[in-house]
């Protein structure tokens, strides 16, 4: 089994502060997810990242895949009231009949 | 498009117990999986299925059994319901092509053994 880290588990910060979280593993993942999962409702995709040293944006999310793909982070800018959910990453192997390694989720609160 | 629908939403069993969670999505989907979600833990893999009539173990199946008739459908079968199988349950589906990892989610059915 390969196992994603990730850190902080909890996070809560004021409306305005940025913020970084990160996905570890020893594993080397073909791709890796972000996902965002509010109260009572399943994971929903941001962003998926492919290649090693890709960053990508949406929006004040900033999401970066390690060179050597074994580790992701996300940064917020500016942190939303919104925002606040828990952040799963989760990792893809090739060959893996589609199956993701979850992380076990970082929990983001922000204050008003 | 609904996207993946699960029900019931809340069911509360008795040790012994048994039911199905149902699972159904209309996009097309060929793989679609069973996922638990403990407090504090992220989603572990119960059984996964690549296309009608094939399915196969994830990381927990004990204690589960699933099938796949057809496309659409996913029912995720728990026979003797036990305490530790206290959680939050979650359907996906995925569309399977290259590169298409991505996994669709239902909204969960929330469990509860006593």
């Known amino acids: 089994t390969q196992l994603l880290e990730q850190s902080p588990q909890f996070l809560s910060i004021q409306e305005g502060e940025n913020l970084t979280v990160y996905c570890n593993s020893s594993s080397v993942f073909s791709s890796l997810q972000w996902y965002r999962q509010e109260p009572g409702e399943g994971p929903v995709l941001l962003v998926t990242v492919v290649t090693g040293g890709e960053v990508k944006k949406l929006k004040r999310l900033t999401f970066q895949f390690g060179d050597a793909r074994k580790d992701s982070s996300l940064h917020i800018t500016a942190a939303q009231p919104g925002d606040t959910g828990l952040y799963l990453c989760a990792g893809a192997k090739t060959g893996s009949a589609r199956q993701l390694t979850f992380g076990s989720g970082t929990q983001l609160t922000v204050l008003p | 498009n609904a996207g993946v629908t699960q029900t019931p939403k809340f069911r509360i069993l008795k040790i012994g117990q048994s039911m199905t969670l149902q699972c159904t999505q209309d996009?097309?989907?060929?793989?679609m999986y069973w996922y638990r979600q403990d407090p504090g833990m992220g989603l572990k893999l119960i059984y996964y299925?690549?296309?009608?009539?094939?399915?196969d173990k994830g990381e927990v199946p004990n204690g589960y059994n699933v099938s796949r008739s057809t496309t659409e459908d996913f029912p995720l079968r728990l026979e003797l319901a036990a305490p530790s199988q206290t959680s939050v349950y979650f359907c996906a589906s995925s569309y399977g092509g290259q590169g298409a990892y991505e996994q669709y989610f239902g909204p969960g059915t929330r469990l509860t053994v006593t």
């Open positions: 299925s690549v296309g009608a009539g094939i399915t």
């Open positions: 996009m097309n989907h060929n793989y």
